[in-house]
């Protein structure tokens, strides 16, 4: 082994066995873990509030008499294109928050001391192999292959948590701002537009009172038609933005993790395949 390659393999253990001793990495990766979980959270909330919203709204429809002619305005209508997707994406962040939560399970169980102390034991065999007078290429590369593996498991979990937040914040988060924004406005106008549009309770009253009140459901009807079109726009949106957000959770806790550990496994196993050089 060349001069090069034995400093290059020193300060790789080294590194390795100061970042498990501090357990810098782990701090950070809680602290990502634990606002990735807390955003999921929310979210999962708010498509929550959503469902239950529409749950009470589904099925009511308003009859109004604005001069003695019927009219009515159904709100199930306009919420039935976002009924269904909103229970599936309620699935969807059970999901993704249920994976959250079994990283954060793996990240324990990767900082207890016993993997740390697997990976300072490989990293010191490693070093006097590394350092040691010639002996067989064999016992060098098992060595080598010990500690990178100790290595992987020490820190795969906290390296993707890094990344993942890291990736979210640069590329996804303005997204998910925007999309869970949107989905909050929703459940408000729906509350919002069944409050505004309830029909006052019925009481005996004057005829100057009855012609007030026919001119108030006059104009109720006509808001209440206004209301319903832009609830309607409103709805149609929030169905582009829950899709928006099924495709960063999906692709945060599930397609992103794996493909990382994919990688990170073939570059162990391309630096594994150079020690055959010893």
């Not at 300060?11 to 606002?35: I, K, P």
């Not at 708010?46 to 239950?52: D, H, P």
């Not at 740390?116 to 064999?138: F, N, Q, R, T, Y």
């Not at 397609?255 to 010893?278: D, M």
Request: charged share 15%.
């Amino acid at each position: 082994m060349t001069l090069t390659r034995k400093l290059l393999w020193t300060v790789f253990a080294l590194a390795a066995t100061a970042a498990a001793a501090t357990g810098r990495v782990d701090e950070l990766a809680r602290d990502y873990a634990a606002d990735t979980f807390g955003r999921a959270l929310l979210t999962f909330a708010a498509a929550r509030t959503l469902n239950g919203v529409i749950s009470a709204a589904q099925g009511t429809e308003l009859s109004l008499e604005p001069g003695g002619i019927g009219v009515n305005l159904s709100i199930g209508e306009v919420l039935d294109p976002i009924n269904d997707l909103i229970e599936q994406f309620s699935g969807v962040m059970l999901v993704a928050t249920s994976s959250l939560g079994l990283q954060n399970v793996l990240l324990r169980v990767t900082a207890w001391w016993g993997v740390s102390a697997a990976l300072v034991i490989a990293a010191a065999l490693s070093l006097i192999i590394v350092w040691a007078p010639p002996i067989a290429s064999l016992p060098a590369r098992m060595a080598l292959r010990g500690l990178l593996i100790a290595s992987l498991l020490r820190f795969a979990i906290p390296a993707l948590m890094v990344f993942s937040s890291l990736f979210f914040e640069t590329f996804l988060a303005e997204q998910h701002t925007a999309a869970t924004q949107a989905i909050e406005a929703t459940s408000e106008e729906i509350e919002e537009f069944n409050a505004e549009t309830a029909p006052p309770p019925a009481e005996d009253s004057s005829l100057v009172d009855q012609l007030g009140a026919m001119l108030g459901d006059t104009l109720r009807t006509l808001n209440a038609r206004e209301r319903l079109e832009n609830l309607r726009q409103q709805v149609s949106d929030s169905v582009e933005h829950i899709i928006e957000l099924i495709v960063i959770f999906v692709f945060q806790t599930i397609i992103l993790p794996l493909v990382f550990l994919w990688g990170l496994v073939q570059l162990v196993k391309a630096v594994i395949a150079r020690t055959t050089q010893l």
